[in-house]
């Protein structure tokens, strides 16, 4: 994980109102979900209603600068924003003298990335691939018709619930940035960078968000990534240049998807609308 140099230049948003003081006293916490680099998300039931649900937990201690306090504001204001069956819903934000914490539903399922491990070949099948990729490309397609990217995209960031609907989680690096506005902050996961992220130029993160996509979905169906490197610089050198080999296995129409997707140049590559679109997703 890359995270993000701060950029004097971008835009935030305003701070949110105080939050309020609600009872963290009402949840029985339990086991650890998952851990990141400033919080730490843990199953929780509510004591009056029994209802399971997911604590993203930031220890105050670890926001030390403002930059990560902007950064929550900033998570915290998407999640608010989110209403659709794709993205993770955010129930409520409780204050406590140590702690902030996001109360989110409990998806239940794996992440993608675990549900592909555990399947004998390491990838899904086209149908399988096909359902689950449309839904994620619907998730990103909400978030942007809000100007929200996402700016994280990858299997980890993805979870299937019990009955495979996917989960779009994990906003952190989120922001918010209109159509055509160019984003500053290098941050991202190296395998799924955008060639324009990799070369450190200003770059619109909604069509970044459709490349993290492709690579995506060539993960999903080859069970590899498309660019490989022994070091982030060799990884880099090989997403800059844009060069890579499908499987023949793969079905040819998910191959037009990915090398329409794929493409160098950022404006030639397909919206998630266009996406949405295309004959192969339709079949």
């Given at each position: 994980?890359?995270?993000?140099?701060?950029?004097?230049?971008?835009?935030?948003?305003?701070?949110?109102?105080?939050?309020?003081?609600?009872?963290?006293?009402?949840?029985?916490?339990?086991?650890?979900?998952?851990?990141?680099?400033?919080?730490?998300?843990?199953?929780?039931?509510?004591?009056?209603?029994?209802?399971?649900?997911?604590?993203?937990?930031?220890?105050?201690?670890?926001?030390?600068?403002?930059?990560?306090?902007?950064?929550?504001?900033?998570?915290?204001?998407?999640?608010?924003?989110?209403?659709?069956?794709?993205?993770?819903?955010?129930?409520?934000?409780?204050?406590?003298?140590?702690?902030?914490?996001?109360?989110?539903?409990?998806i239940g399922g794996p992440s993608l990335h675990s549900y592909i491990k555990k399947q004998s070949d390491r990838k899904l099948n086209d149908q399988e691939a096909k359902s689950i990729f449309k839904q994620i490309v619907q998730a990103v397609a909400y978030c942007h018709s809000l100007n929200?990217?996402?700016?994280?995209?990858?299997?980890e960031n993805i979870m299937l619930d019990k009955d495979k609907n996917v989960r779009l989680i994990d906003f952190g690096f989120s922001t918010i940035s209109g159509k055509g506005q160019m984003c500053k902050i290098f941050c991202g996961t190296p395998s799924y960078m955008a060639p324009e992220?990799?070369?450190?130029?200003?770059?619109?993160?909604?069509?970044?968000?459709?490349?993290?996509?492709?690579?995506?979905?060539?993960?999903?169906?080859?069970?590899?990534?498309?660019?490989?490197?022994?070091?982030?610089?060799?990884?880099?050198?090989?997403?800059?240049?844009?060069?890579?080999?499908?499987?023949?296995?793969?079905?040819?129409?998910?191959?037009?998807?990915?090398?329409?997707?794929?493409?160098?140049?950022?404006?030639?590559?397909?919206?998630?609308?266009?996406?949405?679109?295309?004959?192969?997703?339709?079949?």
């Amino acid at each position: 994980m890359i995270t993000p140099r701060p950029i004097s230049s971008i835009s935030m948003p305003n701070d949110l109102k105080p939050l309020p003081k609600n009872k963290i006293e009402n949840y029985a916490i339990g086991k650890q979900l998952g851990q990141g680099a400033y919080a730490t998300v843990r199953l929780a039931t509510q004591k009056k209603t029994k209802e399971l649900v997911a604590i993203k937990i930031y220890e105050k201690c670890k926001l030390t600068d403002t930059r990560k306090k902007t950064g929550l504001k900033r998570e915290i204001h998407i999640l608010k924003l989110l209403d659709h069956p794709y993205t993770l819903k955010l129930y409520d934000v409780l204050d406590t003298s140590k702690t902030i914490n996001l109360i989110t539903e409990c998806i239940g399922g794996p992440s993608l990335h675990s549900y592909i491990k555990k399947q004998s070949d390491r990838k899904l099948n086209d149908q399988e691939a096909k359902s689950i990729f449309k839904q994620i490309v619907q998730a990103v397609a909400y978030c942007h018709s809000l100007n929200i990217v996402h700016r994280d995209l990858k299997l980890e960031n993805i979870m299937l619930d019990k009955d495979k609907n996917v989960r779009l989680i994990d906003f952190g690096f989120s922001t918010i940035s209109g159509k055509g506005q160019m984003c500053k902050i290098f941050c991202g996961t190296p395998s799924y960078m955008a060639p324009e992220i990799v070369k450190n130029v200003d770059y619109i993160g909604q069509y970044a968000d459709v490349w993290a996509l492709g690579v995506l979905l060539f993960a999903i169906l080859t069970g590899s990534f498309p660019f490989k490197g022994t070091s982030d610089r060799e990884l880099f050198r090989k997403i800059e240049s844009c060069k890579f080999v499908i499987p023949d296995n793969v079905d040819l129409g998910a191959q037009n998807v990915i090398k329409r997707i794929l493409h160098k140049a950022p404006m030639e590559r397909p919206s998630c609308e266009d996406l949405l679109k295309e004959t192969w997703l339709q079949e």
